[in-house]
């Protein structure tokens, strides 16, 4: 299983980022997939799942401003991040699978840093 995670960057307060993570080593197109993020000193966050079938969730703390998205030809999974606060800076990861109660046990990649600054 591998699973390759880019788009962070630097930006400002409001802005937005997309964010993606390229599958392999897995039939990606049948597991339910999700993003979770650790900001300094915190634990591993749940932020979004998606299944198979395109059906999302969010966490209340970005439900409104986030979008998970999938490309099950492509392998790929994507989070749409708009309206960016301080507060979601953080290492982003996609994982393979996992509750959001027990994502830190979740199969993930390396991240991608996401900074909101002004």
């Known amino acids: 299983v591998q699973l390759v995670e880019s788009g962070g960057g630097l930006v400002q307060p409001g802005g937005s980022l997309r964010l993606s993570c390229t599958a392999s080593?897995?039939?990606?197109?049948?597991?339910?997939m999700n993003w979770a993020r650790q900001a300094p000193g915190k634990g591993l966050e749940w932020v979004s799942g998606?299944?198979?079938?395109?059906?999302?969730t969010y966490a209340d703390s970005v439900k409104g401003r986030f979008i998970i998205s999938r490309d099950n030809g492509k392998n790929t999974l994507y989070l749409e991040l708009n309206n960016l606060q301080t507060e979601d800076t953080a290492m982003y990861y996609c994982?393979?699978?996992?509750?959001?109660?027990?994502?830190?046990?979740?199969?993930r990649g390396q991240g991608t840093q996401v900074t909101v600054s002004s």
């Open positions: 080593g897995f039939t990606f197109s049948i597991h339910y």
């Open positions: 994982t393979k699978g996992g509750l959001p109660e027990t994502i830190a046990h979740a199969i």
């Open positions: 998606i299944a198979s079938d395109g059906e999302a």
